[in-house]
């Protein structure tokens, strides 16, 4: 190799095609409906049917909207600890999945509710911090 010119030698070898850089995903495991409870497992029937995407996406959808809705009534209790009821959900799906519309129609009441508590006035939500008199200390 000329001094300077080109590409030296080790990379000269290398006559492969380049890796992808994703991989093909499985396809979804069939989550159990039925242990989402009778209403859960209604609505999951019911957005299949409208959105048509599918059920295990919906499935989680569901269970991270219930989820939300049940965390300000309740907390664990571990050993004297108190930690608050909570679980993340991670969503993967290909392109035209209806991941947003599943979220959606999943979250509608959720954020019908956090509206009305938006507008009720934040002054009743969040009361003005008290003043801090500098002359007083």
């Not at 859960?40 to 957005?47: K, N, P, R, S």
């Not at 059920?55 to 050993?79: H, K, R, T, Y």
């Not at 999945?97 to 508590?117: F, G, I, T, Y």
């Amino acid at each position: 190799m000329k001094k300077g010119v080109g590409r030296p030698a080790w990379a000269e070898d290398r006559q492969s095609d380049p890796l992808p850089l994703a991989r093909e995903l499985d396809p979804a495991t069939p989550i159990p409906v039925e242990a989402l409870g009778a209403v859960g497992a209604a609505v999951v029937e019911q957005m299949h049917a409208v959105i048509q995407a599918p059920e295990a996406l919906i499935g989680q959808s569901i269970l991270a909207a219930m989820n939300q809705v049940a965390q300000p009534f309740a907390n664990v209790i571990i050993d004297g600890r108190v930690p608050p009821l909570s679980d993340f959900f991670l969503t993967l799906g290909e392109s035209g999945e209806r991941k947003s519309a599943v979220d959606a129609w999943a979250l509608a009441h959720v954020r019908k509710r956090q509206r009305a508590l938006m507008t009720k006035g934040s002054a009743d939500l969040f009361p003005p911090a008290p003043t801090l008199n500098m002359t007083m200390i």
